[in-house]
């Protein structure tokens, strides 16, 4: 049997997850893997805050070093989220030899090149399964059992308040405004909701997993971002008529040197997998040139959840004899020889309003044609107020021939009124 004296950083809803599993799974922990986890300090900012486990008061401080520095804590565990100060907190530990485990996708992302070279430089080990996607082990999978694969696409719902969001807008035709309050009254979105509905929570994970899908370091601020609040319930609706359903997915692909990451609103076919995932759950859909196509589905955020990707890398860590880092290289550039293009190629969908009279669809197929862009499906509802609801869904188009089509169509006779990529086709 072999102890190890960890700390905590943090004790919210993840740590006291982590806590309750640790203690909960001890003796099978122990007859699994041999390893016994002694807890010996816990940072938290507010000692007498009411907790969701009954935490030993003896073992809470308010001093980080008591966790960072301490020779005998051989194991970090950090659930504060946020950049600072946990970027600090743990370069720290790295740099006194600590494995650390973080569930911290925004400090990850942002500043995984000082956390990497921490590592390397002091031997530690750093894991993150706990990241992305919570209970899903989609870091482990991409980095191990995948690694005899050249992995080129990666489509996933990589955040639940979002998918939950969609879900009800898209079963209930519920307005964005009214299933967002519902979410934060129940608890699953933030009381400021915007780095969940604005994607920036999907880039950070999108970010992480591209960089170790690809080899390559994906910086976050490549990867392009489009949140869910300018959604309307319309296009849901017209969506659904045509056999498509909307998701906020985190998209990378890798053609050649050349990569594309973005997190954006996107229709899907209803016959695509990604559609059956509804609610909070996640699941991450890719691409392999020798596994072909792939999904892992489940909980993606919770207590219990994250606290089963924390454990399992603390077991991880535990059974290795010297740590695990990524292969790229390691700064926070795109690596060299690639480049990220904004110019992807999917279908799009667009809605537009019209006058309803001769020409005007003319004039929409002219704007398209002009830059190669072939329709795929087309419909036109009752005109209301003399204005025509038109939406069409082409075929493969690149991105900037659609802007420069979009910008031609607007006028006076016409407006597109939304435009939503189409992947899967
Ligand atoms: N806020 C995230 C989500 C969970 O809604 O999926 C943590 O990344």
Request: hydrophobic share 40%.
């Given at each position: 049997m072999r102890t190890i004296i960890v700390g905590f950083l943090g004790c919210g809803n993840i740590g006291c997850g982590v806590w309750k599993l640790l203690n909960e799974f001890k003796e099978d922990l122990l007859h699994r893997s041999g390893v016994e986890f002694s807890i010996k300090k816990i940072l938290v900012r507010d000692i007498a805050k009411k907790r969701d486990?009954?935490?030993?008061?003896?073992?809470?401080?308010?001093?980080?070093?008591?966790?960072?520095?301490?020779?005998?804590?051989?194991?970090?565990?950090?659930?504060?989220?946020?950049?600072?100060?946990?970027?600090?907190?743990?370069?720290?530990?790295?740099?006194?030899?600590?494995?650390?485990?973080?569930?911290?996708?925004?400090?990850?992302a942002l500043n995984w090149h000082l956390l990497q070279s921490a590592a390397e430089k002091h031997n530690a080990g750093l894991y993150y399964e706990a990241a992305v996607c919570g209970a899903i082990p989609v870091i482990r999978t991409t980095i191990d059992s995948l690694q005899s694969n050249r992995i080129e696409e990666i489509m996933g719902i990589v955040n639940g308040t979002t998918n939950y969001i969609l879900t009800r807008m898209s079963q209930e035709g519920s307005d964005y405004a009214d299933v967002l309050r519902d979410a934060q009254r129940l608890g699953l979105a933030e009381p400021d909701p915007t780095s969940d509905v604005e994607g920036y929570d999907a880039a950070y994970k999108i970010?992480?997993?591209?960089?170790?899908?690809?080899?390559?370091?994906?910086?976050?601020?490549?990867?392009?971002?489009?949140?869910?609040?300018?959604?309307?319930?319309?296009?849901?609706?017209?969506?659904?008529?045509?056999?498509?359903?909307?998701?906020?997915?985190?998209?990378?692909?890798?053609?050649?040197?050349?990569?594309?990451?973005?997190?954006?609103?996107?229709?899907?076919?209803?016959?695509?997998?990604?559609?059956?995932?509804?609610?909070?759950?996640?699941?991450?859909?890719?691409?392999?040139?020798?596994?072909?196509?792939?999904?892992?589905?489940?909980?993606?955020?919770?207590?219990?959840?994250?606290?089963?990707?924390?454990?399992?890398?603390?077991?991880?860590?535990?059974?290795?004899?010297?740590?695990?880092?990524?292969?790229?290289?390691?700064?926070?550039?795109?690596?060299?020889g690639l480049t990220v293009t904004d110019d992807w190629h999917c279908s799009f969908y667009l809605r537009l309003s019209a006058s309803d009279r001769p020409g005007i669809m003319a004039h929409i197929t002219t704007c398209l044609g002009n830059e190669g862009i072939s329709i795929r499906n087309l419909m036109q509802r009752d005109a209301v107020d003399g204005r025509a609801q038109i939406v069409l869904i082409t075929h493969d188009a690149g991105e900037c021939a659609v802007r420069n089509a979009v910008e031609a169509i607007n006028g006076p006779d016409v407006q597109v009124e939304s435009m939503i990529r189409v992947e899967g086709n």
């Open positions: 486990e009954v935490v030993p008061r003896h073992l809470l401080t308010t001093n980080p070093a008591d966790v960072t520095d301490d020779p005998e804590i051989e194991m970090v565990l950090e659930f504060m989220g946020g950049e600072t100060p946990a970027t600090q907190y743990m370069l720290r530990a790295l740099q006194m030899g600590k494995t650390v485990v973080t569930a911290n996708k925004m400090a990850l970010s992480i997993l591209s960089s170790l899908a690809f080899h390559a370091r994906v910086p976050f601020d490549v990867v392009y971002r489009q949140g869910i609040s300018q959604i309307e319930t319309v296009d849901i609706a017209y969506g659904k008529e045509l056999g498509y359903t909307l998701k906020l997915l985190a998209i990378a692909k890798r053609q050649g040197n050349v990569i594309d990451a973005r997190v954006h609103p996107t229709f899907i076919p209803d016959s695509h997998p990604l559609t059956s995932v509804n609610g909070s759950f996640n699941a991450i859909f890719l691409h392999g040139h020798a596994c072909d196509d792939m999904m892992l589905f489940g909980r993606g955020a919770g207590s219990a959840p994250t606290a089963s990707a924390v454990v399992s890398d603390m077991l991880y860590a535990a059974s290795r004899e010297t740590p695990r880092h990524p292969t790229f290289r390691n700064n926070n550039e795109l690596a060299e």
